[in-house]
């Protein structure tokens, strides 16, 4: 390490600063200087001082170490691939929070692909992304169908796929969760919406729904039931089904929504429909997104840990990337209930009649 005389004259503004630049202000040779930014091992040797004036002098002229030196020098890109179905979907969006938090805190960055459930872009999206040399990838409500070259750590993913970690939620106990809570209200009739297959929970979810039913004896009735087939993260996704369920001949005094934007949605048909939320139907959602909390009436639904499951996922992938543990296959997430205005027992009116939109 060469010893410090004297500082020299400060570089000229606007000069690029580099690690030869900023060795010769301190009259440091440029490897101790990379040791202590790079706060890698054998800093300790080098003088507390030495390091203290380094990082000064760092922040002084605003230098950053050379990503693709760093790169090179550990033969990293330090860079994952994400892939949402839309970036605006605030499941999505939570659960994104989540890794990025972890990401940062470790020095990764993230390139995030949205492929609107197009088979073709599923495909082609982490070839385009490997071709920027990331080491890994997180999904995010995802279908897969292979496996790829890289590790991968996939959210509310119900395949078994060589190479790729499962972070899914327990669908068995949301569905318990879900119809205890309705049945110990006293309602019977109940309406479901099922999610479309362009989702990678919805089959999963449905089944543990029917079987959950069959244990307590509650009949699901096809009239009662409509399945999603619109693609959209907003109330629309809710709205039309909401209003098919209430045109049909069936009475009902609940429904079960696939998530809390289909949810919002059934609730502003069922007020168009001249009936209240929870007086004449007891509404339920699924994720608690931000926005259930605030809705009028807020919204009673079974909480994914999102933000949790997106650190998580990162964690996991990290882990993977490192080569640092064996983890299994899948890694459950356990669901709850959280009980808001959207839900209470049947009114006591007797069947329910249309009331000309009036509350």
């Known amino acids: 390490m060469t010893k410090r005389t004297k500082s020299r004259r400060e570089p000229p503004p606007g000069q690029p600063i580099s690690l030869r630049i900023l060795g010769e202000y301190l009259n440091l040779s440029p490897a101790t200087i990379s040791l202590v930014l790079n706060d890698a091992p054998g800093v300790r040797a080098i003088p507390?001082?030495?390091?203290?004036?380094?990082?000064?002098?760092?922040?002084?002229f605003d230098y950053?170490?050379?990503?693709?030196?760093?790169?090179?020098?550990?033969?990293?890109?330090?860079?994952?691939?994400?892939l949402v179905p839309e970036l605006s979907d605030t499941y999505t969006a939570q659960v994104l929070t989540g890794v990025e938090e972890s990401l940062i805190e470790e020095g990764y960055f993230y390139l995030t692909a949205s492929h609107r459930r197009k088979p073709d872009l599923i495909e082609e999206y982490p070839r385009m992304l490997m071709e920027r040399s990331v080491e890994g990838f997180i999904f995010i409500d995802t279908v897969l169908q292979h496996s790829l070259k890289l590790p991968a750590v996939a959210v509310a993913c119900h395949q078994e796929i060589a190479g790729v970690t499962n972070l899914v939620l327990d669908q068995r106990r949301a569905a318990e969760l879900?119809?205890?809570?309705?049945?110990?209200?006293?309602?019977?009739?109940?309406?479901?919406?099922?999610?479309?297959?362009?989702?990678?929970?919805?089959?999963?979810?449905?089944?543990?729904?029917?079987?959950?039913?069959?244990?307590?004896?509650?009949?699901?009735?096809?009239?009662?039931?409509?399945?999603?087939?619109?693609?959209?993260?907003?109330?629309?996704l809710g709205y039309e089904p909401a209003r098919e369920l209430l045109n049909r001949a069936g009475q009902f005094t609940a429904m079960v929504c696939y998530n809390d934007i289909a949810a919002i949605g059934a609730v502003r048909a069922i007020m168009n429909?001249?009936?209240?939320?929870?007086?004449?139907i007891s509404v339920i959602g699924f994720d608690d997104i931000q926005s259930a909390s605030y809705h009028n009436p807020s919204?009673?639904?079974?909480?994914?840990?999102?933000?949790?499951?997106?650190?998580?996922?990162?964690?996991?992938?990290?882990?993977?990337?490192?080569?640092?543990?064996?983890?299994?296959?899948?890694?459950?997430?356990?669901?709850?209930?959280?009980?808001?205005e959207s839900t209470c027992p049947p009114g006591e009116r007797g069947p329910r009649s249309r009331r000309n939109g009036r509350t």
């Open 178 to 236: 879900t119809l205890h809570h309705l049945q110990q209200l006293g309602h019977r009739k109940i309406a479901f919406m099922r999610g479309g297959s362009h989702s990678s929970d919805a089959d999963d979810r449905w089944q543990c729904l029917k079987a959950v039913a069959r244990e307590l004896n509650l009949e699901i009735r096809s009239e009662l039931t409509v399945t999603l087939n619109l693609r959209f993260s907003t109330p629309e």
């Open 64 to 82: 950053r170490p050379s990503f693709y030196a760093r790169s090179l020098r550990k033969q990293q890109s330090f860079s994952i691939g994400v």
């Open 273 to 280: 429909h001249g009936l209240r939320v929870p007086e004449d």
């Open 299 to 340: 919204l009673t639904t079974i909480r994914q840990p999102l933000n949790e499951m997106g650190k998580l996922a990162a964690r996991i992938l990290l882990q993977r990337v490192r080569g640092q543990e064996l983890l299994p296959k899948a890694m459950p997430v356990l669901p709850e209930l959280v009980i808001r």
């Open 48 to 60: 507390q001082e030495t390091r203290e004036r380094v990082k000064a002098a760092a922040a002084k």
